[in-house]
């Protein structure tokens, strides 16, 4: 038992430290189940595997401890040194810079170590103390398994609510309220605090076969077909290569947006001064329709951008940017397509704009950023929109601001 625990010891450490850089110095999150938030705002599949997996990585300490000790018998000392164990871990990680000091950790791996002890606990006075009077046995093991049932019934009833709800969350949504104490915010403007109606719109969300026909499509404008053998899938993204290597696309499923590379065709020397209609004609030919008129830059060097806002197109919304870079031969060897294509889904409700700024004043808005005794000057307001974790396109009202460190708007959801 003592090898095995030395051995989960050193698992543990490598997981947690070993395979970090050391770039989270003095980086501390003392928001309590701001993770937890963060997974429902986003509902990452990522997000949720690592909040389970750090329960999980200390299930095994409180199976071992009993084990190896008597006096690990007692819940009180094995909830404790479980404790103690996660505060050294973050300790450690704060220290070097190889993780972040968070709470929600804490909170996760004492959660393991008490549903570990719960389990070890069960074998043990099911099977060898017989002392006990059987009612009593029979009430502790019922209560020592009390955090297993509480956490399989949390997470089941908030995936099964979140499989029922009709439109999915938003990942701008705040995680923990701003501290608003020492913020001075001014504007010039008079929010409207009349209530209205904004249509919410869908986008696609591709299967796996979907995403693999469209790289396809892409990839037979060059000739190529997909490598199925070299596919690098990820929550919502598959990386696709072609046989030789020589061609990459990453699609992601929420939009059908892409990343497109041309490896042999990538130069030094790219063609410049191409206007819309021309890069338009090159994109058409891998199956990018664009409107007649959109906001066109040429950055220079061959880079060109393409933005569209709500721009109709045959009964679809197109919404978002799209960038490529074009070499001296007018083959274009690299875009990122990001524009996404909407339909109307349903009207629905929204708040003011008076009810939008006291939401902003009330520190209710995300900006991980966000310095003490800013000095922030609201400008503008629009309303705006932004993808859910469902495909939808939600109404939100941006606010356009100076102050920031970091950005120069505040996004405050609009649906009421």
């Known amino acids: 038992m003592w090898s095995i625990f030395l051995i989960y010891i050193i698992v543990v450490l490598g997981a947690t430290l070993g395979t970090r850089s050391s770039s989270y110095v003095g980086n501390i999150n003392l928001n309590l189940f701001s993770s937890y938030i963060e997974a429902c705002n986003s509902f990452s599949k990522v997000e949720w595997r690592n909040i389970i997996l750090n329960i999980l990585m200390f299930v095994p300490l409180g199976i071992l401890l009993p084990l190896i000790s008597r006096q690990c018998l007692k819940f009180g000392v094995t909830y404790l040194l479980g404790f103690l164990s996660t505060i050294f871990l973050e300790l450690i990680q704060l220290a070097t810079g190889r993780g972040i000091f968070e709470l929600d950790d804490i909170f996760n791996n004492t959660l393991g170590c008490v549903i570990g002890y719960g389990i070890i606990m069960f074998f043990i006075l099911t099977f060898t103390d017989r002392k006990k009077q059987v ?78 026909e469209l790289a396809n499509g892409i990839f037979s404008t060059v000739n190529t077909k997909v490598d199925e053998s070299k596919n690098d899938v990820y929550d919502d993204t598959t990386i696709y290569h072609s046989s030789e290597g020589n061609y990459s696309l990453w699609v992601y499923s929420t939009g059908l947006r892409t990343w497109y590379s041309n490896f042999d065709e990538m130069s ?147 649906l009421k």
């Open 135 to 212: 009612r009593d046995k029979n009430l502790i093991i019922i209560g020592l398994q009390m955090p297993l049932c509480v956490s399989i019934v949390y997470f089941s009833i908030t995936f099964i609510n979140y499989s029922k709800q009709e439109l999915g969350n938003l990942s701008i949504n705040y995680t923990h309220r701003q501290d608003m104490s020492d913020m001075n915010i001014s504007t010039k403007m008079n929010f409207n605090n009349k209530e209205g109606k904004a249509y919410v719109y869908k986008a696609a969300v591709a299967s796996d076969e979907e995403s693999l």
């Open 268 to 414: 030094d020397s790219n063609k410049e001064g191409l206007d819309y209609q021309e890069v338009k004609d090159l994109l058409k030919d891998f199956n990018i329709n664009l409107p007649e008129k959109a906001d066109f830059v040429d950055n220079g060097g061959g880079d060109y951008t393409i933005s569209l806002d709500m721009a109709e197109l045959d009964g679809i919304y197109l919404d978002g940017e799209l960038s490529c870079t074009i070499n001296d031969k007018g083959i274009i060897s690299d875009f990122r397509n990001h524009i996404i294509s909407y339909k109307k889904y349903k009207e629905y409700e929204i708040i003011s704009e008076k009810e939008a700024y006291d939401k902003l004043l009330n520190g209710e808005f995300r900006d991980d950023f966000i310095e003490k005794n800013s000095e922030i000057e609201i400008k503008n307001i629009k309303l705006s929109y932004v993808i859910d974790s469902k495909g939808f396109y939600q109404p939100v009202y941006k606010f356009t601001v100076e102050g920031l460190s970091r950005g120069k708007s505040i996004l405050i959801a609009a």
